[in-house]
């Protein structure tokens, strides 16, 4: 049997939160960074797609699949986009796994899923996989203000071992457009990646 070398991959899944910038704008840098992607979209996130931007995303995987790659000018295969029952993928075991996983933006329905194990869908059994395999999960959640609950489970998901990075810009360097605050969070992920970018400076720079 042959395995697919998944080392220099990156498992990044949208959500039905608000921000789905941050998750595209992560999407188009690790392209550049020669990363693989293995791209998961949940229903709500091509309705928030829809809703925040003007990215008119086609229908089936394959399609959309072909659609990032021309746009991100990846390479062939770069991005792979998943479909939420493709259980037979990679990131749906251990075995197969890329060893580091964003979830941006993530839903408190997503982030309460992830928390307690429910796997319905491959989103939650990718992120399953990561902590399980003690892999690499960066989790960024999009609400205001957090419940208790959503507390409650940002803190058992750091306490199994995942990071959790809110979509929370900073303002030390000065923004001057939405795009900056954006990218100030893309690249608070990709330094926890151990990615290379040059998209806002580190504190003390």
């Not at 704008?25 to 925040?52: D, G, H, M, P």
């Not at 900073?170 to 290379?196: C, E, K, Q, W």
Request: with cysteine.
């Amino acid at each position: 049997m042959t395995y697919t070398d998944t080392s220099q991959a990156v498992t990044l899944a949208l959500t039905g939160a608000s921000g789905v910038q941050y998750g595209l704008r992560l999407l188009e840098c690790l392209i550049a960074a020669n990363r693989t992607v293995y791209f998961l979209l949940s229903k709500a996130a091509k309705v928030v797609i829809a809703t925040e931007t003007d990215l008119q995303l086609p229908s089936g995987h394959q399609e959309q699949q072909a659609f990032l790659t021309e746009r991100y000018r990846a390479k062939s295969d770069q991005i792979r986009v998943l479909g939420n029952e493709q259980w037979m993928s990679a990131t749906a075991s251990g075995s197969g796994a890329p060893s580091q996983m964003v979830v941006c933006p993530a839903s408190t329905g997503t982030l309460s899923a992830i928390a307690t194990g429910a796997s319905n869908n491959l989103i939650e059994r990718a992120a399953d996989v990561a902590l399980k395999e003690r892999h690499q999960l960066i989790i960024v959640p999009r609400e205001s203000p957090y419940s208790a609950i959503h507390l409650k489970h940002m803190l058992s998901l750091t306490q199994m071992g995942a990071v959790i990075l809110p979509a929370s810009p900073g303002f030390y360097n000065r923004p001057t457009s939405v795009d900056d605050m954006v990218d100030f969070i893309v690249a608070r992920i990709l330094n926890h990646l151990s990615i290379d970018h040059n998209l806002a400076p580190r504190w003390g720079e």
